[in-house]
RNA sequence: GGGUCGGUAGCUCAAUCGGUAGAGCAGUGGCCUUUUAAGCCAUUGGUUCCGGGUUCGAGUCCCGGCCGGCCUACCA
């Protein structure tokens, strides 16, 4: 694409302004024919805007020489000087360059510089009239040229579309989506740390699976050409965790991609990123005490606070114990009367319609009220709140709770309305775990893994596991609203252009 | 996959009932030595997403396609 327009736009092409990209080729074409190259290999830089800004203190007027160097994003240009913005992995800093101090050669090159452009500056630090730190330039020099213009500098970039397929001019030009991927990084950041202060070993497990368990979700399929062989990508790493509790390792932890062969919303991208983590002689009540801390630390440590706005309504509260409540007690408060499970599945099916919600006539008892768990109750707990006391059919891989058969040890974590982690007391019985498995084995979505049942034969010691959706957490942490507005390059259907 | 809304200059957006496609920013030429979306004067720039159709005439109406937003479906 851009091959071609570099074949067109040759020295034959007038210059009147109309195409963008010609006229910067003329100009980069200039500089070379000047001895000049635009794309140079370096510059010595002694600050970032951040730290440059830092050195003049409120009171003081000017402040020592730095050198910084970033993308030109604001131009005013005047006839004997001029300011400009650049910007770094800091942010912005304002640069003041004078006709008198760089020369007269110099500053008619200098204005012959586009918006976009990379360049360095040296000089001191001084404040403007207006207060402004900015720094006065002895020197300058292009080191990158953009051929191509950015996107409007007050609305930025809106159409979606472009923000996803040229993620890199979102960045420079929306700040606040610059700023939520800085904090996304941070939140991992803090994740790790988190873990490591723990004990928990940092481990990577495959993410090409002969087998994917760990999860019921279509997985990706692909072929290995030197085995012969089709594997899956992994939809959890579940499995191959536990397989280190059993080798020893009893405080495991992976921050990894699964990809799961499902729809697009806002809620869901094919590829995103988990947490699991796997603590030994513990159960999942450790896990939740584990999570709570977890995320308050993290919300703490990486954004400074515990109250995450919403768009609407009250912001959600990380602070303090969070609320626990029980699935058959949400269930019976949701519809509105005691003997629901002791209705037949037919009257549970009527009585959803009174819910107002649409449920597969086709599917079991436990899955009609599950529908109205995740269609009615979920989107309602905006607070964190620990739903504990699961129905065991919902969960194969967790213990079945002591006093009561028809629950298991589990809890799920709902924020912002939506499920964000669930964790449970691993089930570490081979014989029960065989059993659970070969229920679901009919299911399309579920195979068995014989390997993984041969590593719990070896004995695995008892666990708490936990597993959280880093993009759902940065959802809310961030005050994003949508999921992609989480992750750098969304899935999304190839383009048949070029961008 | 289904429903629905949208796609106009590099970017952000207008365009009445179907009647000459416009503005701001960016660009180009000029003026301007503390600007803050800098200002002033002049000015270039269009396959109106693509392909058909209706019409004297289509950005606008109809059909098909492509791409996207939202809702929905699938979803441990």
Same mark, same amino acid.
């Given at each position: ?78 006839? =004997? !000087? ?10 912005? *800093? ?26 360095? *500056? ?15 330039? =002895? ?6 040229? !953009? ?22 001019? #979102? ?11 800085? %904090? ?32 019921? !979700? ?7 050409? !030197?085995? #012969? ?87 959600? %509260? ?10 058959? #007690? ?20 009527? =009585? ?47 213990? *079945? ?47 068995? #893994? ?36 989480? *992750? ?12």
């Amino acid at each position: 694409m851009s091959q071609e327009q570099f074949q067109e736009n040759d020295s034959s092409v007038s210059l009147d302004g109309s195409d963008q990209f010609a006229v910067r080729q003329a100009k980069l074409d200039q500089l070379r024919e000047a001895g000049q190259d635009p794309y140079r290999s370096n510059w010595a830089q002694t600050h970032t805007s951040g730290e440059a800004l830092e050195l003049l203190s409120e009171d003081a007027e000017e402040g020592p020489e730095v050198s910084v160097a970033g993308r030109i994003v604001a131009f005013r240009l005047m006839g =004997k !000087a001029s300011f400009l913005k650049i910007i770094d992995r800091d942010g912005k *800093i304002q640069s003041y360059v004078r006709k008198d101090e760089i020369g007269e050669e110099e500053y008619a090159r200098f204005k012959k510089l586009d918006l976009g452009d990379f360049i360095g *500056i040296r000089g001191p630090l001084f404040r403007t009239k207006t207060g402004e730190v900015t720094i006065r330039a =002895k020197e300058y020099g292009l080191v990158s040229k !953009a051929l191509r213009p950015l996107p409007e500098k007050w609305h930025g970039l809106t159409d979606n579309d472009q923000i996803y397929r040229q993620r890199y001019l #979102d960045l420079i030009v929306n700040e606040e989506s610059r700023k939520r991927f800085q %904090d996304r990084s941070r939140v991992i950041r803090e994740i790790r740390e988190f873990f490591w202060e723990r004990g928990f070993l940092e481990v990577e497990t495959p993410m090409l699976q002969a087998v994917s368990g760990g999860a019921a !979700a279509r997985p990706f399929r692909t072929h290995f050409n !030197a085995l #012969d062989c089709d594997f899956n990508l992994r939809i959890a790493l579940e499995l191959h965790l536990k397989r280190l509790l059993v080798g020893g390792f009893d405080r495991v932890f992976e921050v990894g991609r699964v990809f799961r062969n499902e729809g697009l919303s806002r809620r869901h991208n094919p590829e995103f990123t988990m947490l699991e983590a796997y603590q030994a002689y513990t159960d999942y009540r450790g896990m939740m005490e584990l999570t709570r801390s977890l995320i308050q630390q993290v919300a703490e440590k990486a954004l400074g606070k515990l109250q995450m706005e919403r768009e609407e309504g009250d912001p959600i %509260d990380l602070s303090g114990e969070w609320r626990e409540v029980k699935y058959k #007690d949400l269930i019976l408060e949701a519809v509105g009367r005691d003997d629901w499970f002791e209705l037949p599945k037919e009257r549970k099916l009527e =009585k959803t319609k009174d819910l107002g919600i649409e449920v597969d006539p086709e599917l079991e008892d436990f899955e009609v009220t599950n529908d109205v768990f995740e269609k009615v109750i979920e989107q309602t707990l905006i607070q964190p709140t620990f739903v504990t006391h699961i129905p065991r059919e919902l969960c194969p891989l967790a213990k *079945i709770t002591e006093d009561d058969e028809s629950t298991i040890d589990v809890f799920e974590l709902c924020i912002n309305g939506q499920e964000i982690a669930p964790a449970y007391s691993e089930q570490n019985d081979p014989f029960v775990q065989r059993e659970a498995f070969m229920r679901q084995v009919g299911e399309e979505t579920q195979e068995l #893994d014989d390997d993984f049942l041969l590593a719990l034969e070896h004995g695995m010691p008892p666990a708490g596991g936990m597993g959280l959706g880093i993009d759902r957490l940065v959802i809310f942490l961030t005050g994003a609203s949508n999921i992609r507005d989480t *992750i750098l390059f969304p899935t999304l259907r190839p383009s048949t252009e070029g961008a």
